[in-house]
């Protein structure tokens, strides 16, 4: 069974940035889907963006796009997250999730996800 460990999260400044990365083990096949949900204090957990493993097509929430930048090394069966410009909102918890079937592409509903990570801290100092 595939497992997903995220890590890079920390503590930066406003304006500053943090790459997340999501390490997957076991075998990834072409029509898995990755995606990222952040869960700040009292909220629900939010869809971030999210990545094809094949192709690479990507999608991202409205509050992230133009900030953050979704990558895969296949080789590595890792996807990245890259978070620039970052605001005291963008603190949250951040888990990595996947999904077996390409047709989550671009969900939100956390329910489609099959697989998820711990998750990582994420603080943005104002």
């Known amino acids: 069974q595939v497992q997903l460990v995220e890590s890079g999260g920390g503590l930066v400044q406003t304006g500053g940035s943090l790459r997340l990365s999501c390490a997957a083990s076991?075998?990834?096949?072409?029509?898995?889907?990755f995606a990222w949900f952040r869960q700040a204090p009292g909220k629900e957990r939010e869809f971030v963006a999210t990545?094809?493993?094949?192709?690479?097509?990507?999608a991202y929430a409205d509050s992230v796009k133009g900030r953050f930048t979704l990558s895969t090394d296949n080789p590595k069966n890792t996807v990245y997250l890259q978070m620039n410009s970052l605001r005291p909102e963008d603190t949250a918890v951040y888990y990595c999730?996947?999904?077996?079937?390409?047709?989550?592409?671009?969900?939100?509903?956390?329910?489609?996800?099959?697989?998820w990570g711990q998750g990582t801290q994420v603080t943005v100092s104002s």
């Open positions: 076991g075998r990834i096949f072409s029509t898995w889907v």
């Open positions: 999730a996947a999904s077996v079937s390409h047709y989550t592409f671009g969900s939100p509903d956390t329910k489609m996800y099959e697989v």
């Open positions: 990545i094809s493993w094949s192709g690479g097509g990507t």
